[in-house]
DNA sequence: CACCACAGTGAGGAAATTATGAACATTGCT
DNA sequence: AGCAATGTTCATAATTTCCTCACTGTGGTG
């Protein structure tokens, strides 16, 4: 049996996991913002904190980061596709694994037996850099450099080139990209892609020459 | 491409989400109620199947467990808001996820994908290459190499190679292509097949001869 | 060897798809 | 609230691709 605490603004999230943990043995609480996850996670010792990234009040991130000042509790962390969510390998944070929305309950409830059984902190993705040409990217810190020179890229690029990039070579539907970039949830326009695509290139200078259009299909980071 | 049995007493319900599925190129099967479903799933093999909890004659819950019985299928359960949720996963009933109605088939599907993808756990990745002497096909960057030579080809081409290519060694004839690399609902010249034909061979050069012409039938790559 | 059904070709207009700019909406911050 | 930055939508322009069609080429058959 672990003591576990759920953290999520939904209340139907925060309902499913319960529900599906206490079946199997384990005891629930349930904290709806980072604050009060924060507070409870004080002063009470978990086996293990799930926690949504994107809450009011208090965010994911802040709250994990906040918690690790004073407990090293494990964490996975919940995120729906098209946040950041390279933010999510940061391991400054010490996350120990996240799941993207949508997520079945059983796969939740596996990983989180996974990392309390080896309890040991989870093995970081180590500091991926590509170079090609003059384009650098850093996944970990989250920069681009163009030509020696920082880009200032805005987050939907950002996630939009880091997807294309840790998918080179591979021709990606529209679809995927929508679905992969923006969330599963995202009810939107097909044009966004192309706006974004365009910006990218426009930031990209000379090497805006690596992302191919497939029409007919999409897009394509190509190296 | 998924075998997705969707089971739901209501037509529109049924209706809707195989239309989505089927449009996502996936294959649909239709029961409505639990009795028919477990028949139907005991006779086929479905990647997955999709579930009412609420249906005359046998429930889901009851026919989630006859089904479990005999196979290991994923299954992912609709329900009706209000519906207690501690009966979805009070039985060891080892369901994959749930949905609560009312819900967007996008994210149905969505959810399907997550599911799927999981459960195929050895699924390979390997990228998929054919090579005919100095004609090199890439399925998943979707490029064409003619002695180490990047072909151009248009959106068409590339589907009509694709096809031939995946149906190497097989007679096509000139429906079979229409109906595969133009679609069931196309209604065009026959010689439309012939014009991509050319320029197809026109664009692979010396290989061209792989793409023999079946007198009265159709084409066929041969290698 | 002439016929005929079928396949190959070229070109231009039609149709589909993507690029882009600007308006509009949303979010985050002060 | 007001502003700035970002994200989305939409209309229009710019491209590219597709399809049709009339015509030509070809092989097999009687």
Redesign the interface.
């Known amino acids: 049996m672990y003591k576990i605490l759920v953290v999520d603004d939904e209340d139907?999230i925060r309902?499913?996991l319960k529900?599906?943990a206490e079946?199997e043995g384990h005891e629930v609480d349930e904290a709806c913002d980072g604050m009060q996850a924060i507070e409870m996670a004080k002063n009470k010792d978990y086996d293990i904190i799930i926690m949504d990234v994107m809450m009011p009040r208090l965010d994911g991130y802040s709250a994990c980061k906040e918690i690790r000042k004073v407990k090293q509790t494990p964490m996975l962390m919940l995120s729906a596709r098209g946040e950041e969510y390279d933010k999510l390998f940061g391991f400054e944070l010490g996350i120990d694994d996240y799941v993207v929305k949508?997520?079945?309950?059983?796969?939740v409830m596996a990983r989180i037996n996974a990392i309390v059984k080896r309890n040991t902190a989870s093995a970081s993705v180590s500091s991926e850099v590509e170079k090609f040409e003059g384009l650098e990217i850093n996944f970990t810190s989250r920069d681009v450099f163009i030509d020696g020179e920082k880009a200032n890229l805005t987050p939907k690029e950002y996630d939009l080139l880091f997807y294309l990039v840790r998918n080179k070579?591979?021709?990606l539907t529209r679809n995927k990209l929508l679905?992969e970039v923006w969330g599963?949830?995202f009810?939107g326009d097909d044009r966004t892609i192309d706006t974004h695509i365009k910006m990218l290139r426009n930031n990209l200078g000379p090497y805006r020459k690596y992302i191919v259009t497939?029409?007919?299909?999409g897009y394509?980071f190509?190296a």
């Open positions: 139907n309902e499913v529900e599906y079946f949508p997520f079945s309950p059983k796969e070579n591979i021709a679905e599963y949830d009810f497939l029409r007919g299909l394509k190509e």
